[in-house]
């Protein structure tokens, strides 16, 4: 008796007929026989058909059947070393689902900007079904992390009635009349939420109205955000270390062929364990004046800083201790030194910038209302979030990590708008 399966699957049918459901990929013809790539979103398969061993119309089907078209293929199935996935199918029918148009994407190059116009057929190649396979990965090997370290998970807004980091990057929404913003972050929610729960963390869309064209930038992007009471800047940055490298094993174990599929070098990502090296931000200014930057202490860093920083190590680097005047206004001061605030962000190796940037939080109400005047923020928007600290304050830290960037360093893919369905970047909003 035949089974339906799926072709990630096939290995347990050796042997055995099945019916496979999917979308031919591609057809080549060799005399009496006729090649069928079939691929079913977990996998692919070469189904082998052979006049005179299955009907006319099968093998005539085989013949024309377009490609991308969806079908039922039912065959035998056998083991074969040089195939994709180890196996093969012989065919003994084929049925027709939907018969497909002529596609757009063929096998010839095609310009991004092409590729890009029709992201909904792009996804099907292989490259695209890699990424969006290891991006569900390690999205479920963080959530697998925080939910088995005790973490409740707290779905904070995405309409908030103020900035919670810069005023100038932010998208307006028209709520009732109203004026509220689409979130850059659901930290300052998480703060409140923590203080019920001890250890919360929220996963959802983030908006950025930043006017840039960066292979780095989006203006919607996922975002990963714990927050943990009675956390310190130390433990902060042992949580993101720990959390990272989690991810980046359970990706090798889970996703290697898809790496290899993108072409991704494994060996730098089985580099990449714990300890991550630890600098200070001052001692990343002289290493990057080392390196010929014009920096001095009190600047940030650009995306070629990052750069520098990153391909100077073979794992993350954490950069810890900022100057207080380039960060947000709720982090806390360095008690050894005020001018610095108690941050860091992770920076990945190979080019791909930050991916992590956290802080312990300042928690004493009457210093947090005199950033906030200093920031020239609207208390009464800010209220509730000083509520944290009028009831009950207590010192807590967290950080965001952002998906696509992370994606793009395991993966190896280049531009960040490989790594999310459909990217939303500043001259594309289709499809």
């Given at each position: 008796?035949?089974?339906?399966?799926?072709?990630?699957?096939i290995g347990g049918y050796e042997g055995r007929p099945v019916t496979l459901t999917g979308w031919v990929q591609n057809r080549r013809s060799s005399g009496r026989i006729r090649f069928l790539v079939l691929r079913d979103g977990t996998g692919v398969i070469q189904c082998v058909f052979v006049k005179g061993e299955v009907s006319d119309a099968a093998f005539e089907l085989a013949d024309a059947v377009t490609q991308e078209s969806s079908v039922a293929v039912t065959g035998l199935v056998r083991a074969d070393k040089r195939a994709p996935g180890g196996h093969?199918?012989?065919?003994?029918?084929?049925a027709l689902i939907s018969l497909a148009e002529p596609y757009p994407i063929t096998p010839k190059e095609h310009g991004t900007e092409f590729l890009m116009a029709n992201r909904h057929l792009w996804l099907r190649s292989s490259r695209q079904h890699a990424v969006l396979r290891i991006r569900s990965e390690i999205i479920k090997a963080m959530r697998?992390?925080?939910?088995?370290?005790?973490?409740?998970?707290?779905?904070?807004?995405?309409?908030?009635?103020?900035?919670?980091?810069?005023?100038?990057?932010?998208f307006p929404v028209d709520y009732f009349g109203e004026q509220v913003f689409l979130t850059q972050s659901g930290q300052l929610?998480?703060?409140?939420i923590c203080a019920a729960v001890?250890?919360?963390?929220?996963?959802?869309?983030?908006?950025?109205?930043?006017?840039?064209?960066?292979?780095r930038h989006l203006m919607e992007f996922w975002m990963l955000e714990p927050e943990v009471a009675?956390?310190?800047l130390k433990g902060d940055m042992d949580l993101a270390e720990d959390l990272v490298a989690h991810t980046v094993a359970r990706v090798l174990e889970k996703r290697r062929p898809e790496l290899e599929t993108l072409g991704r070098d494994i060996a730098k990502l089985e580099a990449v364990k714990?300890?991550?090296?630890?600098?200070?931000?001052?001692?990343?200014?002289?290493?990057l004046r080392e390196k010929g930057r014009d920096i001095k202490p009190g600047d940030d860093f650009g995306a070629e800083d990052e750069t520098l920083l990153g391909e100077s190590h073979d794992r993350p680097v954490l950069v810890h201790r900022y100057p207080a005047a380039i960060k947000a206004f709720y982090m806390k001061r360095d008690p050894q030194d005020a001018s610095l605030a108690l941050a860091f962000d992770m920076i990945a190796p190979e080019g791909y910038g930050e991916i992590v940037g956290g802080s312990q939080r300042e928690d004493d109400l009457a210093t947090l209302e005199t950033r906030i005047a200093e920031h020239r923020l609207p208390a009464e928007a800010f209220r509730w979030y000083s509520d944290v600290r009028r009831y009950g304050s207590f010192?807590?830290?967290?950080?965001?990590?952002?998906?696509?960037?992370?994606?793009?360093?395991?993966?190896?893919?280049?531009?960040?708008?490989?790594t999310t369905p459909f990217p939303r970047m500043l001259d594309k909003i289709y499809p």
């Open positions: 008796m035949q089974a339906d399966t799926t072709i990630e699957r093969e199918l012989t065919g003994t029918d084929l697998d992390y925080l939910d088995d370290n005790d973490f409740v998970l707290g779905d904070t807004p995405i309409l908030t009635p103020a900035a919670c980091e810069g005023t100038t990057t932010l929610y998480n703060e409140a001890r250890k919360t963390y929220c996963f959802g869309p983030t908006f950025r109205a930043e006017k840039s064209k960066t292979r009675f956390l310190d714990r300890p991550f090296p630890r600098i200070s931000y001052r001692e990343a200014v002289d290493l010192p807590h830290a967290g950080f965001g990590l952002g998906i696509e960037r992370t994606v793009a360093w395991l993966t190896g893919v280049r531009h960040v708008r490989e």
